[in-house]
Nanobody, 123 residues
Framework: QVQLVESGGGLVQAGGFLRLSCAAS????????MGWYRQAPGKQREAVAR???????YYADSVKGRFAISGDNAKNTVYLQMNSLKPEDTAVYYC?????????????????WGQGTQVTVSS
């Protein structure tokens, strides 16, 4: 079973920055994608940024030019650098990792979610 541990959320003023980290552990064979999603009160969870095994990235239009996602394959860790934060970025941010994990009889795909970390941007 793959577990994710997130850190780095908090309260920041508009225009400030935060860096989120998410470390995956467990019987990981390979990782296909790592990413960050967010959910604001009363809204659906949305993808913020993702990074894929080939190095390509995806960003939501609302964060392009302000957020940067990066990964450390050796540590199975993904980071989200968030700059020029806006009040509308306030949400619970969730880490997501997809890949293959080893089992007693072989391997299987997995998709795991972190517990969520609160990001609050004050105006």
């Amino acid at each position: 079973q793959v577990q994710l541990v997130e850190s780095g959320g908090g309260l920041v003023q508009a225009g400030g920055f935060l860096r989120l980290s998410c470390a995956a552990s467990g019987s990981i064979l390979s990782i296909n994608a790592m990413g960050w999603y967010r959910q604001a009160p009363g809204k659906q969870r949305e993808a913020v940024a993702r990074i894929f095994s080939g190095g390509s990235t995806y960003y939501a239009d609302s964060v392009k030019g302000r957020f940067a996602i990066s990964g450390d394959n050796a540590k199975n860790t993904v980071y989200l650098q968030m700059n020029s934060l806006k009040p509308e970025d306030t949400a619970v941010y969730y880490c997501n990792v997809e890949g293959l994990e080893t089992t007693a009889v072989g391997q299987r795909p997995f998709g795991s979610w972190g517990q969520g970390t609160q990001v609050t941007v004050s105006s």
